[in-house]
C-alpha cells in the first residue's frame, strides 16, 4: 500500500520468520488482472488488490500448496470490507481455493490461530511504521529542493537500507538513535533557495499511498514543481482507536474498548515520541500533532460520528495541512467512494467558506478513468497554487517551509 512504509514492515516480519512479500508499488497490469476477477462496480482499491494477489500467484514464482495471502482489515460501512471476500471468490475462479486467504484485523473480524504476534513483532512493527513517516516527512520536504540531483534519494536509501538491518533487532536505544541522526541528516542536505507550491495529498487510505492506485500522485506533483506533502500513515491507527472514545459517550460504546484504545493510542504516541522531538528541533520539518487535536480541528466541520471509512479524519486532515500552510490539496478518491464523497469532497465547499485561500481539487481513481482529465484537473489546481504563491497570498520561502 505504501512502499516506503511496507519495505520495512516486511523485513519486520521476517526477522519474526513470516517470509513475507509485500506486492510492488507499481504495477499497471494488475488493474487488468482484478478487472477479470471482481466486478467493475467494486472499490477501484479492491481491483488492484486482488489484481496483485492473482498476478503474483499466476507467476510461477510461488509453491502453490506452501503460500498464503495475507490482507490488512479496518472493517466498517464500506466496499473495502468486502476485500477478504472478493480474493476468495477470485482464488476459486482461478482454481486456486486451496489458498489460505488471512484477514489481518485490529477488531479480530477472523480467527487466524496461526498467525502470532509476539511483542517482539509488535515493537518491530511500530518501529517500522514511525520510521516509514519520518522517512517519508523528510523525503518528500527535501527532494523537490535538492542542489544536487538524486541526493534526497541517495540518502533515503542509505538509510533504508541500514534501517531494514536494525530493525531484526529492533534496540530501543537504536531507534532513538536513528531517529534523531535521520532528521539532521536530512536538515544538513543542500537546498536550492526557491519558491515552490505546496500540494498536500488526502484521501482513501490505498489511493493515497499506492503508486499505482494514484498514477503515483507524488512523481507527478514534483514533476510539475510542487512539493508533495502526504500525512502519516500512523495517523490512520490513531484514528481508528480514538473513535472509540466517541463511541463510549455518544453510540453505547463499552468503556473497557475505549481504555484499551487509549492505551493503544499512548503505547503509538509513545514510538511517536522521539520523531516528535527531533522534527521539532529541527530547522527545516515540522512534527505531527496528536489525534485528540485533529479530532478538534475536525469538529467545527462534521461530526467524528463520522467513522465510515476515512470517515471524520479525511476531513482533520485537509484542516491540519491548511493550519500547516499547506492550502492546495488533491482529494483522491476511488469512484463512487462513498465516505469520501461525504468527508472529502463534500466538506470542500465549507472549507473554503472557513479558508478562503484553500485550493482542493477531488479527483477521482478508477480503472475507467481518463489520467488525462485527472492530469488536467490537477494542473489547474496547480496553476492557482503558483498564482497565489508569485502574488504572496501564502508564504512558502525557505525561512517558512518549516
Not at 1 to 19: C, D, R, T, V, W
Not at 25 to 41: E, F, P, Q, S, T
Request: proline share 5%.
Amino acid at each position: 500500500m505504501s512502499p516506503i512504509h511496507f519495505e520495512l514492515l516486511q523485513e519486520s516480519f521476517k526477522a519474526h520468520g513470516y517470509n513475507m512479500e509485500v506486492m510492488p508499488a507499481i504495477d499497471k497490469d494488475a488493474i487488468d488482472i482484478g478487472l477479470r476477477y471482481v466486478n467493475n462496480d467494486a472499490c477501484y482499491p479492491a481491483l488492484i488488490v486482488v489484481g496483485q494477489v492473482l498476478k503474483a500467484l499466476q507467476s510461477g514464482d510461488y509453491d502453490l500448496n506452501k503460500v498464503s495471502v495475507i490482507m490488512s482489515q479496518t472493517g466498517g460501512g464500506c466496499r473495502a470490507t468486502n476485500y477478504i471476500a472478493f480474493i476468495r471468490k477470485a482464488l476459486i475462479n482461478a482454481g486456486l481455493s486451496h489458498i489460505p486467504v488471512i484477514s489481518f484485523s485490529a477488531q479480530g473480524m477472523e480467527k487466524n490461530p496461526g498467525l502470532k504476534f509476539p511483542p517482539g513483532l509488535v515493537n518491530k512493527a511500530l518501529q517500522a511504521l514511525v520510521y516509514g513517516d519520518l522517512l517519508m516527512r523528510v523525503l518528500y520536504k527535501t527532494r523537490p529542493y535538492e542542489k544536487v540531483p538524486g541526493s534526497a534519494n541517495a540518502l533515503y536509501e542509505r538509510w533504508n537500507t541500514k534501517l531494514k538491518s536494525d530493525l531484526h533487532k529492533a534496540k530501543l536505544s537504536d531507534y532513538k538513535r536513528n531517529t534523531y541522526d535521520i532528521v539532521a541528516d536530512f536538515d544538513k542536505l543542500p537546498l536550492l533557495d526557491i519558491l515552490k507550491p505546496k500540494v498536500g495529498v488526502v484521501g482513501e487510505i490505498l489511493v493515497k499511498f499506492h503508486p499505482t492506485a494514484n498514477n503515483d500522485i507524488v512523481s507527478l506533483l514534483e514533476s510539475e514543481g510542487a512539493e508533495a506533502v502526504v500525512p502519516d500513515l500512523t495517523d490512520f491507527l490513531l484514528y481508528s482507536a480514538h473513535n472509540n472514545t466517541y463511541n463510549y459517550r455518544y453510540l453505547g460504546g463499552s468503556f473497557k474498548t475505549k481504555w484499551v484504545s487509549d492505551r493503544i493510542i499512548d503505547v503509538i504516541e509513545l514510538y511517536r515520541k522521539h520523531m516528535k522531538n527531533a522534527l521539532d528541533k529541527s530547522d527545516r520539518f515540522s512534527k505531527p500533532v496528536s489525534i485528540k487535536k485533529l479530532g478538534q480541528m475536525a469538529e467545527p466541520i462534521v461530526s467524528l460520528g463520522n467513522q465510515t471509512g476515512e470517515g471524520w479524519f479525511l476531513t482533520a486532515e485537509m484542516v491540519e495541512l491548511i493550519h500547516s500552510g499547506t492550502y492546495n490539496i488533491v482529494c483522491t478518491q476511488p469512484f463512487a467512494c462513498l465516505p469520501n464523497h461525504v468527508t472529502g469532497k463534500g466538506i470542500i465547499k465549507t472549507l473554503r467558506k472557513h479558508y478562503p485561500l484553500s485550493n482542493i481539487v477531488a479527483v477521482d481513481y478508477d480503472p475507467g478513468a481518463s489520467e488525462v482529465n485527472q492530469l488536467n484537473r490537477i494542473k489547474l489546481m496547480l496553476s492557482a497554487a503558483v498564482r497565489n504563491l508569485e502574488f504572496g497570498k501564502i508564504d512558502n520561502s525557505l525561512e517558512q517551509r518549516g
